[in-house]
């Protein structure tokens, strides 16, 4: 088949269902088209190597890849990020239009919903079925993270989202919440399926081989939990910093680690100047090898987010991530997450927005023999193997996109 890809993100971004997607399906013998945007960093600056243009087309890996023009932004400014979308909707809809060739099946990534008006328009234009991936619900998102607080731009996002799920052909969530939630808006049950979110695999199954001096002194005879990813509203990361002061007090050893980034960054660490947190550190953002030498040495990894109810319904990416690097998870999100880290025995659960249930599981963890913690990681891993790994996923949609591919060329005779 000739799969085109729709995703605003992709390589050299770190986006998990870019490259490495792309890549599966080429090996399984499709053909692979990518319209994205030009990539940028967490602060807006375009990549080295990029230089926004009205086109460009690049091989990367096998996979043609078609960038389009955007308005590069990742601040916290609802302005900022409307034009960042809108302008990645207009060139995507418009070039997407004009210069892939016609392909058989279109995929297409969600979040922006943005990218789900674009599709439409490619929908139309190509005359091929739509596969509409969702990784996070608007504006449930967008409440639940304050970023949108206006009551007619939540409607507005609300009607255009219920068109691109009426206008799609099939849509995938990655939790059963998801979809139940999406069955309650009206969306036919038999139009969604559930495929669960693989992570980025090429660098877990090895140990590190080079030593990062920062990681090891800050590490050095603690027992560290790690937090590894955006550090946001939405992670609700204040409750970690209450569980640690009461660590502080009877466990001092348990550490809490922070590597990484976000809007929430400077005031996490001017609060845990104020509260004397000596068992909270951070690190910056790791490369990708850096990150090898930090799972190694974490004792624990923590996936945590705020008490809202739209986190009750996803699974954190950070949750497959932890269970394939063989560590044992605290897991401190209510509902699809927590109950998957008790189905495969890989961790302890706690109470999100409870810091005081944050730091008895922190202490179950510590008071746990070195073997027992190792088996947590064991079960864990096995786990993401059977249920979660790459190829499990790509199989699941490579189905998908042949059962839909064929239905349409039925229709068309």
Known sequence: MKILILIQWFQPEP???????????IKRGHTVTVV??????????????????????????????????????????????????????????????IVPKRPDIMYVYHPPATAGMAAIVL?????????????????????????????????????????IYKEASHIVVLSPGFKAKLVERGVPSDKIDVIYNWTTEDYFWEAPETADPLVESVFSE???????????????????LAAASILLRSDPKIQFVFVGSGIEENRLKSETEKMHLSNVRFLPWRTKEQMRIIHKLADVLLVHLKDDPLFSITIPGKTQKSLAVRKPVLMAVRGDASEIIKLANAGVCAEPGNPQALADAARVLYNMTPS??????????????????????????????????????????
């Open 222 to 240: 603690r027992f560290n939990i790690v937090f590894a990813g955006n550090l946001g509203r939405a992670q609700g990361l204040d409750n970690v």
């Open 123 to 163: 929908k139309k234009r190509h005359r091929v079925p739509m596969v509409y991936d969702i990784q996070d619900l608007w504006p449930d998102t967008l409440v639940a993270t304050g970023m949108v607080k206006n009551g007619k731009i939540i409607s507005i996002v609300n009607w255009l989202c219920n068109l």
């Open 36 to 97: 994205t945007s030009f990539p940028y960093d967490n602060k807006g600056k375009i990549c080295p190597g990029y230089k926004i243009a009205p086109l460009m087309r690049e091989t990367m890996e096998g996979v043609d890849v078609i960038r389009v023009p955007i308005f590069p932004s990742h601040s916290s400014s609802v302005i900022g990020r409307s034009a960042n979308y809108l302008s990645f909707l207009i060139s995507a809809a418009i070039l997407g239009s």
């Open 372 to 413: 027992q913690r190792e088996q947590l990681g064991l079960n864990g891993h096995k786990f993401y193997m059977d249920e979660f790994r790459m190829s499990v996923g790509v199989d699941k949609f490579e189905h998908l996109f042949k059962k839909l591919y064929n239905r349409s060329k039925s229709i068309s005779k």
């Open 15 to 25: 986006t998990f269902k870019g490259l490495p997607f792309a890549k599966e399906l």
